[in-house]
């Protein structure tokens, strides 16, 4: 006999209500009577899925950095590398405002010593990828592309977490994002008018 194929939609609720959890009351709150409540299915379902609870919150994770990656292999590329450098800035601004209980949860389950935390090396590349570009095109001083793929991150990271936490008001964070962009782009070595340029068709929309 075939085994039962796996039920796609209830792993995908899973994680969605147990990334909830966790973005409400931290990891401490997600139990298993907890999860199984919520979603009203057996305690079966979680290892019938996952192994164990230790795995979802690995899963949460994945999830987080894939739906993130799908974004970024979204974009079109252009000739312009500073442009295609801000649109990826947006579309991680734009995943963490659509999955803000997964990018929450994303952050918050295994450290750097996690072998596992390798899981958004893939995700990360990307951006060294587009920072290498504009490395590339002499759009930036030479510089090594991950030490400035961390600060774009850092940047983008932090005001997203903010704005996720009702530190600041969107109209806020879409002006600190664009704001900030133009000065780490100048801050590189870029040209303020052909920044300007990039950046003006590469926005929040």
Not at 59 to 66: D, H
Not at 115 to 127: H, I, N, Q, S, Y
Request: aromatic share 8%; glycine share 6%.
């Amino acid at each position: 006999m075939s085994p039962k194929p796996v039920d796609r939609s209830m792993r995908e609720h899973l994680v969605e209500a147990a990334a909830q959890i966790i973005a409400t009351d931290g990891l401490a709150g997600l139990t298993l009577r907890r999860l199984t409540r919520e979603v009203g299915t057996s305690t079966m379902a979680i290892y019938t899925h996952f192994g164990s609870m230790d795995e979802l919150r690995h899963a949460i994770r994945r999830e987080g950095f894939a739906r993130m990656g799908a974004r970024f292999r979204a974009l079109e590329q252009t000739d312009d590398p500073v442009a295609d450098l801000s649109r990826q800035g947006w579309a991680y601004w734009r995943n963490a405002v659509e999955n803000p209980n997964l990018y929450r949860a994303m952050f918050m389950h295994g450290g750097i010593d996690d072998p596992r935390a390798a899981v958004g090396e893939t995700t990360f590349d990307m951006l060294v990828a587009a920072v290498q570009r504009c490395l590339d095109a002499s759009r930036f001083m030479p510089a090594e592309p991950r030490a400035l793929a961390v600060q774009l991150w850092s940047m983008v990271h932090g005001i997203c977490s903010l704005y996720l936490n009702e530190m600041l008001s969107e109209p806020e964070a879409i002006t600190a994002l664009g704001d900030n962009f133009a000065a780490l782009m100048a801050a590189f070595g870029d040209d303020a008018d052909a920044t300007r340029r990039s950046l003006a068709g590469a926005t929040a929309a």
